[in-house]
């Protein structure tokens, strides 16, 4: 790590995802020679209704298609499938990560529709671009999500409704939960530590940034820096009060190029 002058140091990263991810971020932040700690803000835990999730899994064979929002979701999905994955059965992904999950639970890679890596998003308006040619009415897809605390399955309406526009039935179900993390006194300290060290916030989630705003300490919103890689995530820290607040592509080497620039 460079020594010298703080200002010229690398910047400094809390990285928000879940832990599974934030460790694997973290560690490609640091190989890129930057400083970044893991503080997740959005804890992973089973499916609330596992005969539901069970269910799913019996109908996947008469199904068109299989929408997963995020690799927790395929592997939650996927954890005690049996079988393997039926070949006329699309599985759609919204990014890579998703779809390294999706091969590394058994689904072959020429089932999987992703937005080109290249594509300016990474969400579903990007994934319907690609998938729009395979909907044919009457034909059913399920979309698997994460649950909030309560049991409520989490997320945007949006590819739902433009598939039932479009003719086509869509079941919905949870296949992993989503929670707070603990505020314990460690983790209130980095929360605190990551403020005053003006540290570069990554939320790749705007429940992440609703989540930050539950902490029970003094958040200095105002000197705060938020980095989102999407547009509403950008939207919710700018209303949580973050006061910078940047946009970027949800990939690690556009995350690094635009730390480089931005200590």
Known sequence: MPQGDPAQRPARVVVTRPLREAQAWVDGLHAAGLQAVALPLITIGPAPDPQALQRARQALPVLAAVMFVSANAARGFLADHPGPWPAPVRAWATGPGTRSALEASGVPAEVIDTPAADAAQLDSEALWAVVRPQVRPGGRVLIVRGA??????????????????????????????????AWSPDTLAQVEDGFR???????????????????????????????????????????????????????????????????
């Open 148 to 181: 909030q605390a309560d049991g409520q399955i989490a997320g945007r309406d949006w590819l739902a409704e433009q598939l039932q526009a479009a003719g086509m039935e869509v079941d919905q179900v949870a296949g992993y939960s989503r929670r707070p993390p």
């Open 197 to 263: 060290q003006r540290a570069w916030w990554l939320f790749s989630s705007s429940e992440a940034v609703a989540h930050l705003a539950q902490a029970p300490c003094a958040v200095p919103w105002a000197t705060g820096r938020a980095l989102c890689t999407h547009p509403r995530i950008a939207e919710a820290a700018r209303a949580a009060g973050f006061g910078e607040v940047e946009e970027g592509r949800p990939s690690l080497q556009d995350v690094i190029a635009f730390l480089q620039l931005h200590p």
